[in-house]
């Protein structure tokens, strides 16, 4: 098929050929039980699915569910504006793809290399007016940056998040994003609890406030802190000078039994909004819970799996074709909650 006439849906039919057995692409990606990738809670791999029980993968997807919009109808017609800007870059949308790795483990391996998963990320975000996140398993060392080498051939526009690896290792990853001009940097601290890291020689750890204020110190680029769950954990990022914090479970893969992020992302907004940038990511599938995740008090979004799966079913193309079908239902929901830009995106749009 040609490229110009490749659809979303063909997207997805080549994706659920090549994740065979490990995910069965459904039109919910819910973390379910029943689901071919939810195979921890019998000891399997995790893959591409959440850890136990699946509990906070599906607490995610229901978080967001439970949500009402409100039609807002009456009035002039307007064509939404989505513009975002992202520590001085003008993007299309607030819409990023979230930090991913690992093909070896979710399946894409023998299809799509570590590198080519990582660059058709970055380059059909790009590609889409938009940046792509790098994330960073146990066959990443600074030899072979795989996210980074991505970053690189989009004349920087991505950020990089490492594992929460020895400070000094860390530092070293931040001084190379600087080198090659990254938008930003941060660490996943859910990071903390992998198996395959130090199964791998790659131990992680904790991060101390002490920590996260070093790393802020040792680099020029925004530091991020992605994995807060709380408001406690969002204070101390920022008390440490961290640029943003995602809140995130990891898309449900670190601990069984958390609340979906659309639960506690208004108490944290509560406590931080104004005083450092709130993300968010974890179950969000379309512009519908792109909004609501806005008006829960996000200033922006990530997206983890349906990006996995748009780049390994059609590369650069598949993840750009991802992210527009995104903005095109963002500006759907704006446009039906009556809200011209992001900033017009409040809590009066949900039903209570
Ligand atoms: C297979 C897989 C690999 C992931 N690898 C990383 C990683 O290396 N670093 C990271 O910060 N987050 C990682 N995540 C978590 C994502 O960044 C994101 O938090 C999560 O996927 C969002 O939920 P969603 O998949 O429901 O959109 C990974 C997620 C998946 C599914």
């Known amino acids: 098929m040609s490229n110009e006439k490749l659809t979303l849906e063909d997207v997805r039919d080549q994706a659920k050929v090549k994740l065979k057995g490990i995910c069965g692409v459904y039109k ?26 699946g509990a ?64 058709a990320v970055v380059l059909g975000c790009k590609d889409a007016g938009t940046i792509g996140w790098r994330g960073h398993s146990w066959n990443y060392s600074l030899e072979t940056p795989h996210g980074l080498n991505a970053i690189n051939d989009a004349n920087g526009f991505g950020v990089k998040i490492c594992k929460p ?72 990022a920022m008390n440490a000078g961290a640029a943003a ?12 039994f958390t609340p979906g992020t659309a639960d506690v992302l208004p108490k944290i907004a509560d406590a931080v909004k104004g005083k450092i940038k709130i993300i968010v990511d974890g179950g969000v599938r379309t512009g519908y819970d792109v909004l609501k995740m806005l008006a829960l008090g996000a200033e922006s979004v990530l997206i983890g799996r349906d990006i996995i799966r748009a780049a390994v079913g059609a ?13 095109i239902t963002l500006k759907k929901a704006m446009l039906m909650t009556n809200c011209k830009n992001l900033k017009e995106i409040t809590s009066e749009v949900m039903e209570t």
């Open 245 to 256: 914090i995602v809140v995130s479970n990891h898309g449900g893969r670190v601990l069984d």
């Open 28 to 53: 919910i990606c819910d973390g379910d039980p029943s689901r071919l990738c939810q195979r921890h809670s019998y000891g399997g791999p995790l893959g591409i699915g959440g850890i136990g029980s």
């Open 56 to 119: 906070s993968f599906t607490n995610n997807v229901l978080a967001l569910k439970k949500i009402k919009l409100k039609m807002r109808l009456v009035g002039e017609t307007f064509e939404p504006d989505t513009s975002y800007s992202f520590f001085g870059n003008e993007l299309s949308m607030p819409i990023m793809a979230a930090s991913t790795a690992g093909v070896t483990s979710f399946g894409g391996d023998g299809v799509i290399t570590e590198e080519e998963f990582c660059k």
């Open 165 to 236: 690896i020895e400070q000094e290792k860390i530092i070293q990853y931040y001084k190379k994003a600087e080198e090659i001009g990254a938008i930003a940097v941060g660490v996943d601290i859910d990071g903390a609890g992998s198996v395959a890291m130090p199964k791998n020689g790659k131990p992680v750890y904790r991060k101390s406030p002490e920590d996260i204020r070093d790393l802020v110190k040792a680099t020029s680029l925004p530091v991020i802190i992605k994995g807060v769950m709380t408001v406690e954990d969002a204070q101390i």
């Open 315 to 327: 590369g650069k193309l598949g993840v750009k074709l991802q992210m527009e079908h995104l903005m």
